[in-house]
C-alpha cells in the first residue's frame, strides 16, 4: 500500500459508495477513464481485485468491502482533524450528517435555518426516513446523530429524549366520530385504516398498543409517507395515527379523534451509538438541538394549541 496515494483512496470511496465508476467521476469532476487508471493502479498496490462486475452491476470484492471500511475511518479521521484546526482558530467548521425519522422532517428542518446562521462554516446532509432505515444506516456508521422515536433495543446507544412526540387518531375533519368524546379503541375496526408501511417506527407503535387491546383494523391502503396518508385521509379514503407534528402547517383540513388510549406518548431522541466519539461540529448541533427544542416548543405552543381550537 506504500504505492497508494490520498486521491486514489478518494476515487475508490466515491466509486465504491455509488457502485458506479461513473457516478464517482461525476461526483468528482472527473473522467471516466481517469477513474478507471486511479483504481486500477489502487488494485495493483493493493495486489487483489477490489471490484467484480456481475452482469452490469459492480460489486465489491472482500478486499475492496475491507478497503472502503478502512477509507471511511480514514476520511472521518481527516474530516475530525479539520474540524479541531478551525475550532482551535475560534471557528466550527465542517459537515455535520443527521438522519432523523420521517415525522422529525417536521420540525427538525425549522431548527436549521437559526443553527445555519450560527454557524456559517457548518455544512449539512439531512437524510428523512424510517425507523428501519435509520436503524440500517446506524449499524453501518453513515450519519453522526440520529433522530428517532424509540430507542433501539438491540444496539448499545447513547440517547437523548428531547421533545414529546405523541401519537393521535388523525380523521377528516367532517368525520361521524370528530365530535365524539372518548371513543372505545374498539370502534377502530369499523373505520377503513391507513397504515404507514413495514418498517415504520409509527406503525409498530400503533400495532403494539391494538394488539395490547386485541383490536384488529381493516387496512385499506398502506403508505409510506406521513404526507401522502394526510392526502388520503383528507380525500376521505380513511382514518390513521399519525404523529401530532404532521399537523403543524395544515390543521384544518382534519380532525384529531378523542380515542381511548390515544395520545399514544412517545418522545423524539437525539441517538448516536455507544463509544462514538462525536465531532466537534456533532456535539455543537447536540447541545444546540437541546436548548432550542425547548424555545421551540414554548413558541409554537400558541400556534398549535390555536390549530387545536379549530379542529376540535
Ligand atoms: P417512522 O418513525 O417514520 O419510522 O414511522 C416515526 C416514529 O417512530 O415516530
Known amino acids: ?4 496515494t490520498l486521491h486514489q483512496l478518494k476515487v475508490f470511496e466515491a466509486a465504491a459508495r455509488h457502485g458506479s465508476f461513473t457516478r464517482a467521476a461525476e461526483e468528482l469532476f472527473l473522467t471516466q477513464p481517469t477513474v478507471s487508471m486511479q483504481i486500477k493502479q489502487l488494485t495493483k498496490s493493493v495486489g487483489l481485485p477490489l471490484f467484480e462486475q ?11 468491502r475491507e478497503l472502503f471500511a478502512t477509507c471511511r475511518q480514514i476520511f472521518d479521521n ?27 422532517k417536521y420540525f427538525i428542518p425549522r431548527l436549521l435555518g437559526p443553527f445555519c446562521q450560527l454557524y456559517p462554516g457548518i455544512d449539512i446532509s439531512l437524510q428523512v426516513t424510517n425507523h428501519e432505515r435509520i436503524l440500517e444506516r446506524m449499524m453501518n456508521n453513515m450519519d453522526d446523530l440520529y433522530i428517532m422515536s424509540q430507542v433501539p433495543e438491540h444496539v448499545d446507544v447513547n440517547c437523548q ?14 368525520h361521524p366520530l370528530a365530535k365524539e368524546k372518548n371513543i372505545p379503541i374498539q370502534r377502530l375496526t369499523n373505520e377503513p385504516f391507513i397504515m404507514r408501511e413495514p418498517g415504520s417506527g409509527t406503525r409498530r407503535a400503533v400495532q403494539n398498543l391494538l394488539d395490547e387491546h386485541g383490536v384488529t383494523v381493516k387496512v385499506k391502503l ?8 394526510k392526502q388520503a385521509i383528507a380525500g376521505g379514503l ?26 399514544v406518548k412517545r418522545a423524539w431522541y437525539i441517538v448516536y451509538p455507544a463509544g462514538k466519539q462525536l465531532s466537534i461540529v456533532a456535539r455543537t448541533y447536540y447541545e444546540y438541538l437541546l436548548d432550542a427544542a425547548q424555545k421551540f416548543v414554548a413558541s409554537t405552543q400558541q400556534t398549535v394549541a390555536s390549530e387545536y381550537v379549530q379542529v376540535e
Open 161 to 174: 429524549p428531547f421533545l414529546d412526540n405523541p401519537l393521535v387518531v388523525f380523521a377528516p375533519v367532517n
Open 1 to 4: 500500500m506504500n504505492q497508494a
Open 222 to 229: 398502506e403508505l409510506g409517507s406521513n404526507e401522502a396518508i
Open 238 to 263: 380513511g382514518i390513521s395515527v399519525l404523529s401530532r407534528h404532521t399537523l403543524l402547517s395544515d390543521a384544518s383540513e382534519f380532525s384529531i379523534l378523542d380515542v381511548q388510549y390515544f395520545p
Open 54 to 64: 456481475v452482469g452490469k452491476r459492480l460489486y465489491l470484492t472482500e478486499a475492496g
Open 78 to 104: 481527516i474530516a475530525q482533524f479539520e474540524m479541531k484546526v478551525a475550532d482551535l482558530k475560534g471557528l466550527k467548521q465542517g459537515q455535520l450528517r443527521l438522519a432523523v425519522i420521517t415525522t422529525a
